[in-house]
């Protein structure tokens, strides 16, 4: 072997010591450094194991649970959904850090917590972006981008969600509304007095042509082909959320990424064509009012300058943004709404008679919706219950101190929801019962803690789209009570199981009665 062949040799043996050191720091060497420093400060946790972490006992104990079927008077779904928060929380308090593959997370169950890290406004707690699955299927808009750039993109959207647009947005949301019932009416009239229909299915169409109405106008059949190819996008996501990224995997041409590929070049070539097309437009139409023509607006350049605020990447970003989470976690809430509706018949009646009496059986206006109490009151306790989103989380950017405990730079912030909306200590002793009383002064008064329903985040990350969402349940919601009254089929399987966000695991089957005479 000449010099060349030695020197060549050597390169590579160099390469590979380094990337073995730098393997065992990151997945031995560091872990148990992290580990001893967290439980000398009194934060224990279940051991880290090489390589894996965690993720083999939250599979096994996902699996246990997932065959799980649920008494439909009982609200605990946790066994099912995070059934390791519910097995180590009480080994080891509601602080304690367990180990994604070889990242070190600490679960936040303690409110006083929780507040500290979501009021945070020095940008030390950035979202937690690390699967590019689900980076792709939101696309990086409001929801995950950070610091300077999440103010930019917020002034781009945010005019597009004051209450005066909603209000005018609310017309598009009952006409929409109204052709799901005319088909439900339609079916009625050939069945009998007495007809069963599975909702969950139903509100993902209604849901999806609400967004594709409200942001794309006149493009609203392009709007849903957007709408089909994300639900594949969040399928194809969900299946990689318990699985360890390796680096670079998501550039290795296999059979998922192929398909993730194919499907997010399908949603971004058709949102490309519906912004072409409407700044093409602009000079004789305008932007339009729906929710794309009020962000393009709010994104053309300002005085003195030659950029817009975002680019057509950004714009597009956005877009995807609006269609998951403007659909998806708008139909959940409506899914489980009308389940407990169904399953409260004495409040079922109850707000069908709010709904009369504000309605006066006419199509809700905005100003109508505004004095609904009870049917506000009911959505809140459906949120604390049936929240769309489990757990979120945050990172934590460098070495900081929170609740007293010095977090390492990298530690994931692993918020779990539904736990929390189930602490007695923040609810009360009846926090698992369904009791939209609670809600009577208020989302500040309803729990001991001010501000603990967390369903759309809180502080200024909270969802920027949670007006929209609520005045499209109500509105949604009002139609149906003032049409039908409804029982929940047997054939009902209370399982709610999670796809990034929670679902009826078999849908929501529903028998639907006519109340017209």
Request: some cysteine; glycine content about 8%.
């Amino acid at each position: 072997m000449g010099n060349l062949g030695w020197m060549v040799a050597a390169a590579v043996a160099a390469v590979v010591a380094s990337w073995a050191f730098d393997a065992v720091v990151k997945l031995v060497w560091r872990p148990r450094a992290i580990t001893r420093r967290l439980r000398a400060q009194g934060v224990g946790g279940p051991g880290y194991r090489f390589f894996s972490g965690n993720l083999g006992e939250i599979r096994r104990l996902r699996d246990e649970g997932a065959g799980v079927v649920l008494d439909v008077s009982s609200h605990d779904f946790v066994p099912i959904v995070q059934p390791h928060f519910r097995k180590w929380i009480p080994l080891y308090g509601k602080t304690f850090m367990y180990w994604f593959g070889a990242r070190p997370t600490i679960c936040l169950a303690d409110v006083s917590m929780v507040r500290q890290v979501l009021s945070d406004r020095t940008g030390m707690y950035p979202k937690n972006v690390s699967n590019p699955y689900f980076a792709r299927l939101l696309g990086k808009g409001l929801v995950l981008t950070d610091g300077d750039e999440w103010k930019r993109h917020r002034k781009v959207v945010h005019p597009a969600f004051n209450m005066d647009k909603l209000k005018m947005m609310t017309v598009t949301m009952s006409d929409c509304a109204q052709s799901m019932i005319s088909e439900w009416e339609s079916e009625l009239g050939t069945k009998g007095d007495i007809v069963e229909i599975e909702l969950s299915r139903q509100f993902e169409e209604l849901t999806a042509d609400v967004i594709s109405h409200t942001a794309f106008g006149s493009s609203y059949k392009e709007g849903k082909q957007v709408f089909l190819a994300q639900r594949e996008l969040q399928f194809l996501a969900f299946s990689t959320f318990l699985s360890i990224q390796i680096p670079g995997s998501s550039y290795l041409p296999t059979k998922k990424n192929l398909k993730t590929w194919s499907v997010d070049k399908k949603v971004r070539s058709m949102l490309t064509d519906i912004i072409k097309s409407r700044l093409n437009n602009k000079d004789v139409a305008g932007y339009g009012n729906d929710l794309l023509g009020l962000m393009l607006e709010a994104c053309a350049p300002e005085h003195g300058e030659s950029q817009p605020q975002l680019s057509m990447d950004e714009i597009i970003a956005e877009c995807k943004t609006f269609f998951f989470a403007g659909h998806d976690t708008t139909s959940h809430l409506l899914t489980w709404t009308m389940f407990l509706l169904s399953t409260h018949p004495e409040w079922q009646e109850k707000l069908r008679e709010e709904v009369a009496t504000e309605c006066d059986g006419k199509v809700p206006t905005g100003d109508m919706l505004n004095k609904l109490k009870l049917v506000n009151m009911f959505l809140l306790e459906t949120l604390r219950l049936y929240g769309p989103v489990a757990f979120i989380q945050r990172r934590v950017n460098a070495e900081l101190e929170l609740g007293g405990i010095t977090v390492p730079e990298g530690t994931v912030l692993s918020i779990p929801i539904a736990t929390i909306h189930r602490d007695k200590e923040v609810w009360g002793e009846d926090a698992d019962i369904f009791k939209p009383e609670r809600f009577e002064n208020g989302v500040s008064k309803a729990g001991k803690y001010p501000n603990a329903l967390l369903s759309f985040s809180s502080g200024p990350r909270a969802c920027i789209g949670q007006n929209f969402a609520m005045i499209e349940a109500k509105a949604v919601i009002a139609m149906i009570l003032q049409r039908f009254s409804f029982t929940l089929s047997p054939k009902y399987v209370h399982a709610p199981t999670d796809v990034i966000t929670l679902r009826p695991k078999y849908g929501l089957p529903m028998i639907l009665k006519s109340l017209k005479v």
